[in-house]
């Protein structure tokens, strides 16, 4: 089994994920160890919540859960790649496909998506 | 100008580079504010780098720049998402064209990526 470099950062590794099929990048959350285990039992994402300080397995809430098609590490073991299928077609809690939803133009930020929810209607 | 949130990490702030072509992740590496503002002037993707503890212009050894084509930050302003030319076709010190040139696969890694570069022939 391999073993990923949690210590680095205090627990603590990130995590990007990428749609499996666009290749797009969808959103870059955190996992400690249980994450990663649950995410590896479970085939859905699960991370770790800074703010709540717990785990946090995506979509519970939503329904926008990650199935998780494939799984990478960067060569200093210290970072995640997940490829998944996002289900309800949006990462964002904002109600984007992907919390990348701005770019930077000209000194400010340009939104470049299309909301696909209201969260409002998603999270009460 | 857009202020991130630099102070929820420690000062640092991941940040993705995406091959602006063909989508494909190539790295995650950290910047912090002066990172973040010298990759805005200078154009090519500048990072901070944890174990040396100093501003690291990608590729200043190598040769193997970022020319940047896009910035993208997410929902919470606390990471980054760069669209890069990466020249030279490898961002990885290991000489892969992607750091996450590694899959998981049956409890191990499989090595998925073909070595563009020979490290010891590049860094010496």
């Known amino acids: 089994m ?6 680095k950062t205090n627990g603590l590794i990130p995590a990007i994920a990428q749609d499996w099929k666009t290749g797009e990048v969808l959103m870059l959350a955190y996992m400690n ?3 990663f285990q649950e ?6 994402a699960t991370y ?3 703010s709540r300080q717990t785990l946090w397995k ?3 809430t939503s329904g926008h859960v990650q199935d998780v098609k ?9 970072a995640i790649l997940l490829k998944v299928e996002q289900q309800g077609g949006a990462a964002c809690h904002k ?8 770019k930077l133009e000209g ?9 696909i929810f209201d969260p409002k209607k998603v999270y009460n």
Chains 1, 2 share one sequence.
Not at 2 to 7: A, E, G, M, S, V
Not at 39 to 44: D, F
């Open 48 to 50: 770790f919540s800074r």
């Open 33 to 35: 160890e249980e994450a």
């Open 58 to 60: 995506k979509g519970e």
């Open 107 to 115: 000194g400010g930020l340009t939104i470049t998506h299309e909301q």
């Open 2 to 7: 391999i073993t990923l470099d949690f210590k």
């Open 70 to 78: 494939e799984i990478r590490v960067d060569c200093d073991l210290d």
């Open 39 to 44: 995410t590896l039992r479970s085939g859905k």
């Open 95 to 102: 109600g984007y496909a992907s919390c990348f939803f701005s």
